[in-house]
C-alpha cells in the first residue's frame, strides 16, 4: 500500500513540475527578430518573410514572438544603418536579447554581418533567401547557419530561348544598387556563351521611368527579363509590385524572373526560385535552433529550381504553344474550358439526348414492326376474307345450281324447238330469229351468274371507286333469292329510293352483305316455315348510307352482343367464327361502323354505316 501511495506522489510531482515548465514556457515565448532587406514590401523578400511567418506558426510547438525590421538602403545607407543598430540595442537589452536573428536576401546579410559585434553577438544567426554565392563573401560562425537558393541563370535564359525561339533581344531590367551591379556581372559572365546567339540589353543605368521607355519599343522578337530594381540611376527605390504593373502595363515583349514572388499576372513563367519551399525550409531551421541545435552544425543544401510553373493567360497572350514548354512543368490561372466548366451538365444532356435517341429509334423500330404486322395482318385478312368467300360460296351451291338450270335448261328447250323447225320443209324466219335471240339472253344470264360466281371467289386486289349500294344490294339480293327460297325463308327488302353514294370495293362489299343476309337466313333455320323472314333495308341520313338486316330468329345472347365481331366468336356448331369479323375488318376499313342488336319482337338486327360519298 505504502508503495502505491509513494507512486501516485511521484506521479502528483511530475504533474506539478510539468504543469509549471508549461506555464513557464507559455508566459515567456521564444522572441525572433526578423531583417528584411530594403522595404518592408520590397519583393521578394516581403514575400518571404510572410510565408516564413506562416510556416513557424504551422511547425513549431513553442510560443513564438516575430518582429519584423526592414534594412533600408538608399543614399543616406550609412547613417540610417548605425541608427537602426542602436534602435535595436535599445528595444533588445542585455537582459532581453532575441532568441534568433533571420534576415531575407543578401543586403540584411551583409548588414548584420557589418554589424555582428554591436548587435546581440551571441544570438544565433540564420541567413534565409540569399544566393549562394553570396554566402561565399560571409564570415559565418558557428553560431550561424543557412537555407541559400541557388538562382541557375543559364536555365532561366534557356527558358526564355526555349518556349521563344525566334528571340534575338532580351533586355535586363534591374536596379543600379551595390547588390543589382553584382547580378548584372553575374548574368553577363554567366552567359557569355549566347552571344551572337541573342543580344542582352542591361537597363541598370536608366531610371525606371526611361526603362519604360525603352521596354515599350523593343523590336521584334524580344523578351524582358525582370528583376526588383532595388535603387534605380536616379536613386529612387520601388517596393510592391506597382513597378512591374507599370512595366506589364507599357512593355511591347513577354516577361520572365527568377523567383515565383513575381509570379501574380505579369510573368510568363518558367524555372523559378519558390517561396513557399525557401519558407518552408528556413522555418524548419529555426525550430531546430530555438529547440536547442548549433546553427553551425545544420547543413542546408541549396535549394534548387522546382518544376517549372507558366501563367496559361500569358502563354494564350503571347501565343506560346504548351507543346514548348519545358518537362516537367505546371500551367497555372487555365480558364476552365465549356467541357470543364459544364461536364456534368453537358454530360447529362448528352445522356438524355442519347436516351430520347434510343427511344426514338426503339419507337421506329417498334412502327415500323407495327407498320410491318399490320400489312401481315391485311395480307391474312385478306386471304381469310378469300377463303370465307369460297366458303360462301359452298354455301350457295344450290342457289348457283338453280340459277344456272334456268338459263340453261331455256337454252336446252329453245335448241330441241330449232332442231324441230329446221326439219319442217319450210322454215318461219320471223320464229328463228326470235328463238336465237333467246338462246342469246339465257346464254348471257348464265353467263353473268359464273363471272358473279367468279367475282365472288377470285383473289383480286382491292378497287376502290364510286358505288351505289342500292346496286350492290340488289345484286346480292338476286344472287341469294334461289338460296332463299330453298330454305323456304322469306326476304323482305325495303330499298331507299334516292341513290346511296360510296366509295368502295364492290367485291369486299358485296362479301359484307352476303354474310349478314346468310346470317339472317342461317337464324330462321329452326323457325316454322311461316314465321322465316329477313327484312333487307337501305336508307340514307345525314352524312350516312345505312344497310341492314333483321331476322325472325332467336337473337343474340345480351352477354354476347360484344363479341360477335370477335374473330372465331360464332353461335353455329359448326360455323368458324370469322364471317362477322371479316365483315367488321372490311367496313372499318372503308370508314363505317357495324352493329349488332336485339330486336324487342325477338331476332336480331345488324346495321352497317358507311359514309356518303358524293
Known sequence: MSEVNSALRLLIVVGILFSASVNAVSANPKRIVLLQSNGPNFKPWSEYAKAFRQELERQSFLPIAVQSFPISIGSDSERAERQLVAYLNELFPDNALPDLIVTFGAPAAAFVQRNRAELFPATPLLLAAIDQRRVRDLSLTENDAV????????????????????????????????????????????????????????????????????????????????????????????????????????????????????????????????????????AAVAVRILAGEKPGQIATPALQYGPAKFDWRELKRWNISESLLPKPNEVLFRRPSAWEVYRWQVLAVSAAILIQAALIIGLLYERRRRLLAEVESRQRMAELAHINRYSMAGELTASIAHELNQPLGAILVNAETLEEMLRAPTLDVAELREITSEIRRDDQRAGRVIEHIRSLVKKVPIEVKQLDLNDVARDTLAFISSLAIARQVQVRHVLAQVPLPIMGDSTQLQQVLLNLIVNALDATADKPISERVIIVRTERSEGWIEFSTSDSGPGIPPDKLKEVFEPFFSTKPSGMGMGLSIARTIVESHGGTIVAQNQTRGGATISIKLPVKL
Open 147 to 282: 537555407v541559400p537558393v541557388w538562382i541557375d541563370i543559364p536555365a532561366l535564359f534557356e527558358n526564355i530561348l526555349q518556349i521563344l525561339p525566334q528571340t534575338k533581344t532580351i533586355a535586363v531590367v534591374t536596379g543600379n544598387s551595390p547588390n543589382d551591379k553584382f547580378w548584372v556581372e553575374e548574368i553577363k559572365s554567366r552567359l557569355e556563351s549566347l552571344s551572337g546567339r541573342v543580344e542582352l540589353r542591361f537597363l541598370n543605368e536608366l531610371s525606371f521611368e526611361e526603362v519604360l521607355k525603352q521596354t515599350a519599343n523593343l523590336p521584334k522578337n524580344s523578351a524582358i527579363f525582370w528583376v526588383q530594381p532595388q535603387v534605380d540611376a536616379s536613386g529612387a527605390t520601388h517596393e510592391g509590385e506597382s513597378a512591374l504593373r507599370r512595366l506589364y502595363a507599357t512593355a511591347n515583349a513577354p516577361i520572365f524572373s527568377h523567383d515565383d514572388a513575381f509570379f501574380n499576372g505579369e510573368i510568363v513563367g518558367g524555372p523559378m526560385t519558390s517561396v513557399t519551399q525557401g519558407s518552408r525550409v528556413g
